[in-house]
């Protein structure tokens, strides 16, 4: 083959690869705003796991639990900003998905390898959970709402949520999303407010008891570990952010690095303002028998209840597409690229639905809330979130032995792979346990 046409069929490749890089949801649309990070990060983060903080108080304690949800604000606020910081360190290309990251650091097959594997347990779980409150909230509503109507199966609702999810996962790309993430950030600080609020009007009566839940020793140890993952899942934004900073406009004078730790900063400001006062004014409401989702412990007034979990509805449907649209991504990837499909709607259509529909089984079939987000959020979450990020830190940057920045990173790497050994374990038991009284489908 002659030079030429080496240099015509590299030129054809590269035309084809930006065609379906035009198409796939993740690089298609690169003119997202500061803010549209806020939203976005907002919405994946606030979501199922702050409405399980106050229990996990009431596993950690006090003193423990404060210490665990600082370090794990201020943990993962810095390895958000190592993957913001990551995301153009090899001049003149963008790693817009986090197993392009992970293939920067350990190679095209091993990073892909260490990466997606974890990557999709994250997305998939989320989505798995979403399910589960979605339709817990929407049946709190129904049962609110009207008590003297006929009980219906959680089944029932879990099926109602996904019908939306249907219907929005079609939308191309992060960009197309922005409106229901706005929205969807909205009802995170609305149905947050409400929470804390009524507890703080509740007030805290004089029987509560703050001692540890579980009445043996073996039980509160479980409880402790399961609680450690309750906080992991909390802090989910992680395995998407790569893919949302990847939506905004880059140049050397301006870098996609500024408008999205500006949007980052934003976010996290609303993560405090959500997750502190509700874990803390929670616990202190209810002690150790508030519930693993704090709008079920609170019962009065009807109305505001109706709302708080009506917000949390509207909520998780826009952090169902934020974490599905990293999962779309790579399945049309996958299809385009390694087996040769055409890109096009009907491909698209097909692959999203099927996604939707497998969730929803799963979602049904498993609905143990508290257990899903012990067990992903220790399992998952802390690798992707914790430590992940300083090990590619390490890797690539090379900081000085001993130096600031060395230290730092590996005491990240230290409390996350203890997180990632500990959370699991509670998580697995307390899903062990409910599964052996558990109907099917009931």
Same mark, same amino acid.
């Not at 001049?91 to 998905?97: M, T």
């Not at 509503?141 to 999810?165: D, E, G, H, W």
């Given at each position: 083959m002659s030079e030429e046409e080496t240099k015509k069929r590299g030129a054809r490749s590269e035309g084809n690869n930006k065609d379906i890089n035009d198409w796939l949801p993740i690089t298609s649309s690169r003119n997202a705003k500061w803010y549209y990070s806020a939203f976005h990060n907002v919405t994946a983060m606030v979501g199922a796991g702050v409405l399980g903080l106050p229990y996990a108080m009431s596993q950690l304690g006090w003193g423990p639990g404060a210490v665990v949800l600082i370090l794990s604000w201020i943990i993962t606020l810095y390895t958000l900003w190592q993957?913001?910081?990551?995301?153009?360190?090899?001049?003149?290309?963008?790693?817009?998905?986090?197993?392009?990251?992970?293939?920067?650091a350990f190679g095209e097959k091993v990073g892909l390898w260490i990466v997606v594997p974890q990557q999709l347990i994250v997305e998939v779980g989320s989505n798995i959970v979403y399910m589960v409150t979605?339709?817990?909230?929407?049946?709190?509503?129904?049962?609110?709402?009207?008590?003297?109507?006929?009980?219906?199966?959680?089944?029932?609702?879990?099926?109602?949520?996904?019908?939306?999810?249907?219907?929005?996962?079609?939308?191309?790309?992060?960009?197309?999303?922005?409106?229901?993430?706005f929205v969807a950030a909205i009802m995170s600080l609305g149905y947050s407010l409400i929470g804390w609020g009524a507890s703080v009007h509740k007030g805290i009566t004089p029987d509560v008891d703050y001692s540890p839940r579980a009445s043996t020793s073996i039980g509160r140890m479980f409880g402790f570990f399961a609680a450690l993952g309750e906080v992991a899942f909390a802090y989910a934004g992680h395995s998407v952010v790569l893919e949302i900073q990847a939506t905004m406009p880059s140049t050397p004078e301006r870098p996609s690095k500024i408008p999205m730790w500006r949007g980052v900063i934003l976010a996290y400001i609303i993560v405090l303002v959500c997750y502190f006062p509700v874990a803390f004014l929670g616990y202190a409401a209810f002690g150790n028998t508030v519930a693993d989702n704090i709008l079920i412990s609170l019962q009065k007034p009807r109305w505001l209840i109706c709302m708080a979990n009506a917000g949390v509805v509207i909520h998780v449907i826009g952090s169902y597409q934020i974490?599905?649209?990293?999962?779309?991504?790579? #399945?049309?990837?996958?299809?385009?690229?390694?087996?040769?499909?055409?890109?096009?709607?009907?491909?698209?259509?097909?692959?999203?639905?099927?996604?939707?529909?497998?969730?929803?089984?799963?979602?049904?079939?498993?609905?143990?809330?508290?257990?899903? #987000?012990?067990?992903?959020?220790?399992?998952?979450?802390?690798?992707?979130?914790?430590?992940?990020?300083?090990?590619?830190?390490?890797?690539?940057?090379?900081?000085?032995?001993?130096?600031?920045?060395?230290?730092?990173?590996?005491?990240?790497?230290?409390?996350?792979?203890?997180?990632?050994?500990?959370?699991?374990i509670g998580g697995l038991r307390h899903i062990i346990l409910r599964a052996t009284s558990y109907k099917f489908y009931s």
């Open positions: 993957m913001v910081e990551m995301h153009e360190m090899i001049p003149g290309k963008r790693l817009d998905r986090y197993h392009e990251l992970g293939q920067a979605g339709g817990t909230c929407l049946q709190k509503v129904y049962n609110t709402a009207c008590p003297s109507c006929r009980p219906l199966k959680l089944t029932y609702f879990i099926a109602i949520f996904s019908s939306t999810q249907f219907i929005l996962c079609h939308c191309p790309n992060f960009n197309a999303i922005t409106c229901v993430s974490f599905a649209m990293g999962v779309f991504d790579m #399945l049309e990837s996958y299809l385009v690229k390694q087996r040769n499909f055409t890109p096009s709607t009907s491909l698209r259509c097909i692959v999203r639905t099927t996604y939707v529909a497998l969730t929803m089984f799963l979602g049904m079939t498993f609905p143990f809330f508290h257990g899903l #987000l012990s067990f992903f959020g220790g399992f998952a979450f802390a690798p992707i979130t914790y430590f992940l990020p300083c090990i590619i830190w390490l890797k690539i940057y090379k900081p000085k032995r001993y130096g600031l920045s060395w230290f730092t990173n590996w005491i990240c790497i230290i409390l996350g792979v203890l997180l990632t050994i500990l959370a699991p």
